[in-house]
T-cell receptor
């Protein structure tokens, strides 16, 4: 089983609908991240969380919200989806403290299409 | 704020030929540097990383990268590419502060095409 699991893997929805992408991890990491990938733009950070009570906005947080339900779970929500939120979304985790190396461990991605 | 530039959007290389993918970063202190690979339809896999020590770093799948502080570069190399190396390659930079960082900043990627 994957260490970082994203659901759903693929989703097609309509403009204005609320969408939730879920991420769970078995790596025991404190830090979790949501990135968005668009062709030609690389990966851009949406939100990140250092622990259950610590949520931070990334580069492109507008139109998104997150919830850290537990150390192992980090969800991304689109309250009212719009077509330019069509993208591939990645969840990632990392260690912290003395064992930190900066490396991110990625899930397999959730492809979202907003019509 | 840190940034990463990958000057080449696409690169085409013949199978068996050598490869170099360029990466330049902008950051005021010594950064953490990474190369990730994304095969079609897949997530991102770490190829190698640098955060201290020897500036020539060995990674998986026969890749290596060299950190050159004077040039703010971290170029990825492979002496002989295989058709399975066709993928998207991302360079990323991370910063360290107080036990962790705000994630990594990624370049826009280089798409590698392998010719038979």
């Amino acid at each position: 089983d994957a260490d970082v699991t994203q659901t759903p893997r693929n989703r097609i929805t309509k403009t204005g609908k609320r969408i939730m992408l879920e991420c769970s991890q078995t790596k025991g990491h404190d830090r979790m991240y949501w990135y968005r990938q668009d062709p030609g733009l690389g990966l851009r950070l949406i939100y990140y969380s250092f622990d259950v009570k610590d949520i931070n906005k990334g580069e492109i947080s507008d139109g998104y919200s997150v919830s850290r339900q537990a150390q192992a779970k980090f969800s991304l929500s689109l309250e009212s989806a719009i077509p330019n939120q069509t993208a591939l979304y990645f969840c990632a985790t990392s260690t912290s403290g003395g064992s930190y190396t900066g490396e991110l461990f990625f899930g397999e991605g959730s492809r979202l299409t907003v019509l | 704020a840190q940034s990463v530039t990958q000057p080449d959007i696409h690169i085409t290389v013949s199978e068996g030929a050598s490869l170099e993918l360029r990466c330049n970063y902008s950051y005021g202190a010594t950064p953490y540097l990474f190369w990730y690979v994304q095969s079609p339809g897949q997530g991102l896999q770490l190829l190698l990383k640098y955060f201290s020590g020897d500036t020539l770093v060995q990674g998986i799948k026969g890749f290596e990268a060299e950190f050159k502080r004077s040039q703010s570069s971290f170029n990825l190399r492979k002496p002989s590419v295989h058709w399975s190396d066709a993928a998207e390659y991302f360079c990323a930079v991370g910063t360290y502060s107080g036990g962790g960082a705000d994630g990594l900043t990624f370049g826009k990627g280089t798409h590698l095409i392998i010719q038979p």
